[in-house]
């Protein structure tokens, strides 16, 4: 490895520990570094051996992430984690780590905290507007009419 590829890797190796990242990301680093085809790919596989580069990890903490703190249901989750390249195995292990019971509680929560910003008398527009809210989140709809028939 040449010493203008072990920079190129010292400095990916920084990008990646400052938070997690996917290999598409690193590529498009590397891209905007100049560095193309085999080196690039001899990096991320480097990265990968060094343990700074894991999908599995980066999409685990970015589902996990997204959902406690944004709200997020697991369609549109899901949905960025493509765009970001992550798919098969590492995008199910990530949505399987939310577990079914804090997943349903947090969509009750949601929707609890919606309705109180609602001023409408009419409760079917009200159930309405909380389901197309909790779709907007990216929840599944059979869950929203399940936890909204649960409420009244």
């Not at 072990?6 to 400052?18: I, V």
């Not at 001899?42 to 060094?50: D, F, K, S």
């Not at 894991?54 to 249901?73: H, I, L, M, N, Y």
Request: glycine share 8%; charged share 35%; proline share 1%.
């Amino acid at each position: 490895m040449t010493e203008y590829l072990k920079d190129a890797l010292r400095k990916a190796a920084s990008f990646c520990a400052y938070q997690e990242r996917t290999q598409q990301e690193v590529r498009k680093r590397l891209d905007a570094w100049d560095i193309y085809g085999d080196d690039a790919e001899e990096i991320i596989a480097e990265l990968i051996t060094q343990g700074y580069l894991s999908e599995e990890r980066f999409a685990t903490s970015f589902a996990g992430g997204k959902f406690r703190v944004k709200g997020w249901g697991k369609r549109k989750i899901a949905q960025h984690l493509k765009q970001r390249g992550i798919t098969g195995r590492n995008l199910e292990t990530a949505l399987a780590d939310i577990k079914p019971d804090d997943y349903r509680a947090r969509l009750a929560e949601l929707l609890d905290k919606k309705r109180r910003t609602l001023h409408d008398d009419n409760p079917l527009v009200v159930k309405q507007k909380l389901a197309r809210y909790a779709l907007s989140k990216g929840f599944e709809m059979g869950l929203i009419w399940e936890v909204l028939g649960g409420e009244d």
